[in-house]
């Protein structure tokens, strides 16, 4: 058996045993990691002259075979098993079909459609999804880009009107700034404690809590109106005297802003924190909730939720709807919403069909209100200052480019036509698109070729090739896996001969030590009992989060021509295992306690890389636990389970049926049990309607206290942290200034962990108070080192591939739509100018959110930034004491409900103690000492302990001190002749 707080933690030990048996693996750098074009060509031509080479995911070695491997280690899959009872089974559980036999496919893989059946020429698709990306023509204001919000480091820095009062919650009163007014450091965090080293909310400390705000730092948008058309194609849809032409606004009525006067003549705010989308390809599923999912439907971010067809096709008899679901493309699923967002891009009522309109009439031209360097990596050809310096735009048209980029049985029909229809059961724009016989008027702006009808295909998948090749990889940390590929997991061991340990490439001995404290492991040799914040445990693969295609592996047949397996990811293998993602969900233990121990008090089931860390109070944003616009959960187990027949949180009751899924759904949601094996760790072996017990997890197993119990409410995607350094605010709510502040927040185990208990994840816990971790301010700073190790210097810099056009952002909420032109808007004080910038970068950095430092010690707030406190807390006897009894001891002055131990040595000096979140601080004891005792301070701070003192202590003194790790307080000392 196993504790359920190493559910996850657990692998990585478990991993370690089963590795010490097994020969060196070849080199594998983060690098090399395969894209899904690669990985799906293994499965398209699995005989194919000139495999790919082996893949393993970084940090697993070569399991040995069966005959002599370790009991911890699955030989097909190389994951861990940790079981009750020694044994292992790998039988295929009677639910589900094995894909293999004796190793090979039992049948011929249906191949998943994915994006590569769409486009024909990725460099073309790559182009036109970059300029689609930064083209402002795109809002409905003329102002308003993706790229409006994803401008730094992929991600926003702008300072003034970029408040939410937390619309999600139903508030529409800012408290943090006034109406469109700027933020400064003094407003960070936006939930505020006395001492930031303990919980504080209304459920625990509350005395703590400073101040507290449900107010959301993210990007502002465009003002409410509501759409009425696009102008009619033709010389009167661009701005009179602007060359090239530029697109007028979308028309749209002035009204009442539904929010309030919060939002009344200024740009709206998004309601959530806008993230860095580089590297965004690879996650599972998008958004801060996962509703971009990972088949993409050609028309909304809802995947196969969205009943209706949304890719047209020139078929043998004509144009023909058909509904397509594209594999492994979540940011081509993000991608349809922000376009359509009435807080981002678009007045309300727009959709897809009315933009393709707009900008595949004739006479558009891509970027036309912005420079494009000539030396852009990918659109540098194609810039008009090639032809007229200083002349904005592309040389190219948005037709020609998808002609260039997709199949033409996706855009070359002419005979035949769409038409806008109401369609109000449609939740996600209210239209419909009806196929009609004809060509269509190009004037008239309900009717719309094929190649305008399909452009919400077109802007996804483009621009998701667009992200592709956004990777940031090269920053110290991958620099230390090229030189350590097999560290990834924190398997420690000696490579090179000559220089014990791994190679110090690219991270300091400090970040070194920070790696350490962040996956609890001792590569440094400076953390020999592997304390840590288990960071890795959610924060790990290539890109740094769970929730990615490449963070799970799975066991691909081997390969008929060198006989070696393949080891691709688990996410990747959706197809090949029963058709759907295998391995999404988890069963993990819920609500650490808090107190040292961090003993749970239930088991849920949970979608894997989306969690509860108690940043804001579940009733304010639901998160994973919301439903789509059809009313389906946005939860994989939830509908997983309604599949199954099943209903969360309760016992099956047949006289009172789970109402089936739509029949257009059922066949993408998984099955029970999930896993390519049975039973794997971080695979789900759940049982439904079985009520397991709390402290320990059976495999396979039910949940506690409920049955069928899923963990959503309140939980995010887990994020990147590649380069963290430069895209703060951090978390779902911006709430969070410094990297400093954001450690602080995990080591105290969150901000709302009892108000949010039913739902918080294991790993937040007080790691200040558990004695096994013991977070000191030394590891706190080590671990921000190490955080900044995580920029990629060619994001610092703009450079290739991370170039862009030049761009010009609103930075007031006043700031108008465009409605005269480049000219106007760069000489408007309310619109910033973003410079073009070509592949070789900009020779000035971009710094961090509102210029916080980085180097520690500087003026001002920095990332290292700690809380100072003076003692207060006192240590008394009320009587003296007696050998062979119990000896009393009081504390008071402490911090109440908080951990608080006594330390007892034979001699009074002066020593440091690494306590708790406070570093090094002095005690009046001389080493050696221990703690004798521990007990949790009462709601008035006061603690009492009766220690047994042998018979023999008789004659003997005693020196003793109470210290609390929480509050970083010692007591004056206190000596007793027994």
């Known amino acids: 058996m196993f504790l359920p707080s190493m559910n996850r933690g657990a692998a990585v030990a478990a991993l370690a045993a089963a590795v010490s048996l097994a020969p060196p693996a070849p080199a594998q750098s983060l690098t090399a990691i395969p894209t899904t074009e690669e990985m799906i060509e293994v499965l398209r ?91 402002m023509q795109v809002g409905s204001d003329g102002v308003q880009a993706c790229g409006s919000c994803h401008f730094h480091a992929g991600a926003d820095n702008r300072t003034k009107n970029q408040l939410n009062p937390a619309t999600l919650a139903g508030d529409s009163l800012l408290s943090i700034k006034g109406k469109n007014q700027e933020v400064d ?77 919060v939002f009344q003549n200024v740009r709206r705010v998004e309601p959530r924190n806008t993230p860095t989308f580089f590297a965004a390809s690879h996650n599972f599923n998008n958004f801060w909730d996962g509703r971009a999912r990972q088949d993409f439907n050609g028309g909304t971010p809802h995947g196969a939720s969205d009943p209706d ?30 376009a359509l967002s009435n807080f981002e891009m678009s007045f309300d009522g727009r959709n897809w069909a009315k933009i393709g309109k707009k900008l595949l009439q004739a006479g558009v031209t891509p970027l036309a209100n912005q420079l494009v360097d000539p030396t852009d990596s990918v659109l540098g050809p194609l810039s008009n200052q090639n032809i007229t310096p200083g002349m904005p735009g592309l040389s190219i048209s948005y037709a020609e480019l998808i002609e ?7 855009w070359s029909n002419l005979t035949d036509h769409t038409q806008q229809v109401p369609e109000p059961a449609d939740p996600f724009d209210g239209v419909a698109l009806v196929i009609v016989p004809g060509a269509a008027n190009p004037a008239a702006t309900d009717q719309f070729a094929q190649k305008e009808s399909n452009f919400s295909l077109f802007f996804g998948l483009s621009t998701q090739a667009y992200t592709q090749i956004l990777n940031p990889d090269q920053s110290p940390f991958d620099q230390f896996h090229e030189a350590n590929p097999d560290e990834f997991l924190g398997i420690v061991e000696d490579i090179d001969p000559v220089t014990p340990g791994v190679q110090v490439v690219g991270l300091s001995e400090r970040q070194l030590f920070g790696y350490d404290i962040f996956q609890n492991t001792n590569l440094s040799r400076r953390n020999p009992l592997g304390r840590g914040g288990s960071c890795n445990i959610c924060h790990f693969g290539p890109n740094l989060t769970e929730n990615s295609l490449v963070a799970i592996h799975g066991v691909f047949p081997p390969d008929p021509i060198t006989g070696e397996d393949k080891l691709l990811s688990g996410f990747l293998l959706e197809e090949a295992l029963n058709d759907n993602a295998r391995v999404t969900m988890e069963i993990d233990a819920m609500n650490q306690a808090l107190d040292g121990i961090a003993a749970p008090d239930g088991i849920a089931l949970l979608d894997k890389g989306i969690y509860n860390i108690g940043v804001r109070p579940i009733a304010e944003d639901l998160g994973r636990g919301a439903d789509d616009p059809f009313g389906l959960p946005l939860s994989i187990a939830a509908l997983a389970l309604r599949k199954g027949g099943f209903p969360v949180g309760e016992f099956s009751d047949p006289l009172n049926p789970v109402p089936p899924l739509p029949a257009h759904l059922e066949p993408y949601v998984n099955d029970f049990p999930t896993g390519a094996l049975f039973p794997n760790v971080n695979q789900t072996t759940f ?140 000489a408007d004080a309310s619109f910033r100018q973003i410079a073009a910038v070509g592949a070789a970068g900009s020779s000035e950095p971009i710094g961090s959110f509102l210029d916080i430092s980085n180097v520690e010690g500087s003026p001002g707030p920095d990332h290292f930034d700690a809380v100072t406190l003076a003692p207060g807390m006192s240590l008394s006897a009320p009587a003296p004491g007696v050998a062979g009894s119990l000896f009393t001891v009081n504390v008071t002055g402490a911090q109440p409900n908080r951990a608080v131990g006594i330390l007892i040595s034979l001699s009074l000096g002066s020593s440091t103690m690494n306590l708790g979140n406070c570093g090094g601080i002095e005690v009046g004891l001389a080493r050696p000492f221990r703690i004798v005792a521990r007990t949790p301070t009462d709601a008035n701070g006061d603690a009492t302990f009766s220690i047994p003192v042998p018979a023999g202590a008789a004659g003997s003194t005693y020196h003793m001190q109470a210290v609390q790790p929480a509050s970083c307080q010692a007591s004056g000392t206190l000596s007793n002749t027994f």
């Open 687 to 826: 049982l439904p309607d079985t009520v397991a017990p709390s402290n320990f997890i059976l495999l396979p197993t039910g949940t506690y206290p409920t049955p069928n119990r899923v963990g959503r409410m309140g939980n995010f995607k887990v994020p990147s942290l590649k380069n963290v350094e430069l895209t703060g605010p951090y978390f779902h709510n911006g709430g969070v200034l410094t990297l400093r502040q954001l450690i602080d927040f995990y080591a105290r185990g969150g901000d709302f962990p009892i108000t949010n208990e039913s739902e918080r994840d294991p790993l937040i816990r007080d790691l200040q108070v558990e004695f096994e971790t013991f977070l000191t301010e030394e590891d706190k700073v080590a671990l921000v080192d190490f955080l900044l190790a995580q920029t990629d210097e060619r994001v610092r810099f703009k450079q290739a591939p991370f170039d862009h056009p030049e761009i010009i952002i609103p930075i007031d909420g006043t700031a108008s739509d465009n409605v005269a032109g480049r000219a106007a808007l760069l």
């Open 185 to 261: 450091a003094g407003d960070f965090p936006f939930h505020k404690l006395a001492n930031p080293n303990t919980q504080g909310e209304p459920l625990l400390n509350p005395e703590n809590v400073l101040s507290d705000s449900n107010d959301v730092l993210s990007s502002m948008g465009v003002r409410w109106r509501q759409f009425v058309d696009i102008p009619t194609p033709g010389p009167s849809a661009f701005i009179p005297g602007t060359n090239p032409p530029v697109l007028r606004p979308d028309f749209g009525i002035a009204q009442a802003d539904p929010v309030g006067d």
């Open 309 to 338: 067809s949304h890719v047209f096709v020139d078929g043998v008899s004509g144009l023909e709807a058909t509904r397509q679901l594209i594999r492994f493309s979540s940011f081509a699923s993000l991608a349809t919403g922000p």
């Open 404 to 410: 260039q980029a997709f199949r033409a049985d996706l």
């Open 45 to 135: 031509n699995p005989t194919a002259s000139l495999p790919l080479e082996r893949i393993l995911f970084p940090g697993l070695t070569p399991i040995p075979g069966l005959a002599v491997h370790s009991i911890f280690g699955n030989t097909l899959t190389g994951q861990p098993l940790l079981f009750d009872n020694g044994e292992i089974s790998y039988e295929i559980p009677a639910v589900g079909v094995s894909p293999f036999v004796n190793g090979e496919p039992e049948r011929a893989l249906a191949l998943p459609l994915y994006e590569g059946d769409f486009i024909t020429d990725r460099v073309a698709a790559v182009r036109l999804g970059k300029a689609l990306f930064w083209d």
